[in-house]
């Protein structure tokens, strides 16, 4: 009987997240873009659940890269780890230990990052190199030099994503580790049923600060859009992916957005995702609030080059280190 | 450019852009050279547009060779009409009725707004600031309905014939009124926006110190326009034009020459354009709007030069039995290149598209000559 | 009415090719998704700059000579249904440059559009209207809607 119940809560969270998930980008465009831009928008189904359904019913090509297969292969394999990692979040999970834990999570988030690498060193558009132009004609300036696509230039900036753009996150992550005195998942939620929610206390405040400029980065939503910003290289990593590549695509990022809410409805309010537990409507309202935010936050920035995006990234990375600071006083 | 030598040596990759990119939007091939995701140097290829004008306007009847000048750009449509009739009116000795010139003024200033408004677009777009933009369009709408309001098209709508303006172009009582309610429309909308355009730390802080040009080497690339008053030259085309003669207006000039200073002076520029409109209005003169008694005769090579809202523009041609003959035109985006290119330099990739966009750049116009003759 | 057809009717991703027009249909086209006054966006149109996302391509102007080639490129990499979209009277019939030089075959324009990739749907117009544009992509959608 328990296993049943436990079955129940695990594939029922992950069905009902995925189609809250399918949702979030037409809540995205259409009550907050739309409304601060002072027109009517989408309708809410269209970018979230009609688009990817349409890219099914497409005709599969293959893709222009030197590896096509594992090209297409990528954004299903970060499909799936996103999956895993919401696997984990569950409290019927736990019991695999050392895999609920903080570290664990961070590995999947690594993982998910670097497979931006993958995706941008492995296409190659058209919208580039590739253009037949003949600008390599008698007289163009340095024509020795070695050309390049815009997604290694997107791949490029996925490496610095790896190595210090994400630093917000993860430093947002080890504030409850902090406060909680455990890595595990299982004892930070206990500690939050005793202590009352991290987010309620003046570092953990610092650390939701910290996390949600984190989760925009990740998510590489516009002011931090360095991997796929429109006015140099258009999607970047993405360029490639056609039918139903691009609906793994599409999903993957609705599903990211609400995972990463969910890990901090966990670890900052003390609620797990667990459908069968009346508190999982705390976890929709974050997942919720969480793609809000964001969507007012990039209606009114314009994309960040290094020069703001490097003292962005250090001055929130600072009021994380401080919030881990307050968390052990 | 001499004194960028030295930052050639080191050159990592090529970044090809073009000729189909959402930054660009027009059709033209852009190399930068990186080092580390900063330009280096940058190249520039235009001519993709080329479509041969002149040769299509070689040995049409003058007024027919007129109306054609309107297709060489959709954006400062009306400027290549009026000109275009300007080189015959010098060449010919036609005397244009008092009112028909204030409406073509009228016409000319409108088409500047909307020049100004949709580059302040455009650039915003390129800065990835999609609700800016968007309220640009949307201020730029109205300027659009009174366009068409008075020429019967949105964009092509080329108000000037030989000897005045078409009948069509005629303002009555109504669209008088129309334009002066537009006029407090835009002003109360663009004043909105540039306060809270200024206000925004994000905004200012990617176009501040940005694809510097200084006045000296706006000077040495030979810049006209608005690109060049931002610099700092004080130097407009109207000021020597006999048909501004009347009006008052003050020539906006920015120091710094940077994203920032190009950008805000559109916006200054556009309170001054609404000025002459005020003016123009208020002072509108009774009388014909065309004046027909004219005669055809052989002319030589005659030349007009005005103020686009991009900058200098040139047309030249010479009549012959009352045909055009040796037409030469001159697009202000041809003297602005040196800049886009150079200002590109030093700063980061993404910082290279709004390097070229704050020039203000028609490629479209551009592709006239074959051949680039240095001045 | 098919699950298919049903969400190839209710997201729309459009391209656009500039290919040498003189700016008036292309300002236009930009007016119409991007100016919350017409707002394509409301009829379920989205643009997008990637043709691997495209359903709709919409070409303006002639084609010059040096467009040839990126506009097939660009054409091959839609992934089917695809549908095509001329919009204006350069892109219809070549405009006021199809007869640039008389008789002798012409160096610059290479087009009208129709002679490089199949055309589905003409929106004619010097310069045309955001209306109209949005009339002209409605009119393609049959046959996204209707394909395999």
Request: glycine share 6%; with cysteine.
């Amino acid at each position: 009987m328990d296993l049943i119940y436990s079955l129940i809560a695990v594939i029922g969270t992950l069905v009902v997240s995925f189609i809250v998930s399918l949702f979030l980008p037409g809540i995205e465009r259409k009550f907050i873009h739309a409304r601060i831009q002072q027109r009517v928008g989408p309708p809410i189904t269209s970018p979230g659940i009609m688009a990817p359904i349409k890219f099914f019913f497409k005709q599969t090509i293959t893709p222009e890269s030197p590896m096509p297969r594992l090209y297409n292969a990528l954004p299903l394999i970060s499909l799936i780890i996103i999956v895993i990692l919401l696997l984990f979040l569950i409290p019927e999970m736990y019991f695999l230990g050392a895999l609920a834990s903080i570290i664990a999570i961070v590995g999947l988030l690594k993982v998910e990052e670097i497979m931006y690498m993958f995706m941008g060193s492995l296409s190659k558009s058209v919208l580039s190199v590739r253009m037949p132009f003949p600008d390599l004609a008698k007289g163009a300036a340095h024509p020795e030099t070695p050309r390049s696509f815009f997604e290694e230039l997107s791949s490029l900036r996925a490496f610095r994503l790896i190595a210090f753009g994400s630093f917000p996150l993860y430093i947002a992550l080890f504030v409850s580790v902090a406060m909680a005195g455990s890595i595990y998942l299982s004892d930070i939620i206990a500690y939050q049923q005793t202590h009352g929610p991290i987010l309620f206390t003046v570092a953990g405040a610092m650390g939701a600060i910290v996390f949600f400029i984190g989760y925009m980065i990740l998510l590489n939503e516009y002011p931090f859009s360095i991997l796929k910003g429109k006015p140099d290289v258009v999607e970047g990593p993405y360029l490639e992916y056609a039918a139903k590549y691009r609906a793994y695509v599409y999903m993957t990022r609705g599903f990211l957005m609400f995972t990463l809410a969910t890990l901090f409805a966990t670890l900052f309010l003390g609620i797990a995702p667990n459908i069968l537990n009346p508190s999982f409507i705390i976890t929709l309202i974050v997942a919720l609030i969480f793609p809000m935010l964001m969507a007012v936050m990039s209606a009114f920035s314009p994309i960040f080059t290094y020069k703001q995006f490097y003292p962005t990234v250090a001055g929130v990375s600072i009021i994380g280190v401080l919030a881990i600071v307050a968390a052990f006083l | 450019m001499d004194d960028k030598e030295e930052n050639r040596t080191v050159i990592e990759a090529e970044v090809p852009m073009g000729t189909v990119h959402p930054g660009a939007l027009e059709p033209y091939r852009l190399r930068l050279f990186v080092e580390d995701e900063i330009v280096r140097d940058a190249e520039m290829t235009v001519g993709v547009n080329h479509r041969g004008v002149e040769r299509i306007m070689e040995g049409l009847p003058v007024e027919k060779a007129n109306s054609l000048t309107e297709k060489i750009c959709g954006i400062c449509s009306n400027i290549h009409i009026w000109n275009s009739c300007r080189v015959a009116e010098i060449a010919l000795g036609i005397e244009i009725p008092e009112r028909a010139i204030y409406i073509r003024i009228i016409m000319g200033e409108l088409e500047r707004l909307h020049s100004h408004l949709l580059y302040l677009a455009h650039g915003c777009e390129v800065l990835g600031h999609e609700t800016f933009s968007m309220r640009l369009f949307y201020i730029r709408e109205t300027v659009m309905d009174l366009l068409g309001m008075i020429g019967g098209n949105r964009v092509q709508y080329g108000s000037a014939v030989l000897g005045g303006v078409r009948p069509r172009c005629e303002l009555d009582q109504t669209r008088i009124q129309k334009l002066t309610e537009g006029m407090d429309l835009i002003e109360e909308k663009l004043t909105a926006f540039a306060d809270r355009f200024v206000s925004d730390p994000m905004v200012m802080s990617r176009i501040t110190g940005v694809g510097v040009t200084s006045a000296e080497d706006a000077l040495r690339l030979a810049c006209s326009g608005p690109t060049l008053r931002a610099t700092g030259v004080k130097s407009d085309l109207r000021t020597e034009m006999f048909e501004y003669d009347p009006f008052e207006f003050d020539v906006i000039t920015h120091e710094d020459g940077d994203v920032k200073s190009q950008l805000l002076m559109r916006v200054f520029e556009n309170f001054e354009a609404i000025k002459i409109i005020r003016q123009a209005i208020r002072d509108l003169p009774e009388g014909p709007i065309t004046n027909r008694s004219w005669e055809m005769k052989d002319v030589p090579i005659t030349k007009s030069y005005v103020e686009a809202p991009r900058g200098t523009l040139y047309h030249s041609y010479a009549l012959e039995d009352g045909r055009v003959r040796n037409c030469v035109i001159r697009t202000p985006s041809m003297a602005n290149i040196g800049a886009m290119q150079y200002s590109a330099i030093g700063h980061h990739i993404t910082d290279a598209q709004l390097c070229i966009v704050q020039c203000d750049p028609c490629f479209t116009c551009t592709d006239r000559a074959i051949q680039i003759i240095k001045i | 009415m098919s699950l298919k057809s049903y969400s190839r009717g209710r997201a729309v991703h459009v391209m656009l090719v500039y290919t040498g027009g003189c700016n008036g249909c292309d300002i236009e086209i930009v007016n119409c998704i991007l100016s919350p006054k017409f707002d394509a966006e409301q009829y379920k149109v989205f643009l997008t700059w990637n043709p691997r996302e495209a359903d709709v391509l919409v070409v303006t102007g002639p084609v010059t000579k040096h467009n040839e080639q990126p506009l097939r490129e660009i054409y091959k990499a839609i992934p089917e249904p695809k549908a095509v979209v001329a919009a204006g009277a350069c892109a219809l019939m070549g405009g006021v440059y199809k007869n640039c030089y008389g008789d002798i075959p012409s160096e610059e324009i290479a087009g009208p559009v129709d002679k490089i990739i199949p055309v589905d749907a003409k929106v004619p117009g010097c310069a045309v209207r955001p209306q109209d544009i949005v009339a002209g992509l409605v009119s393609a959608l049959p046959l996204l809607l209707n394909a395999d």
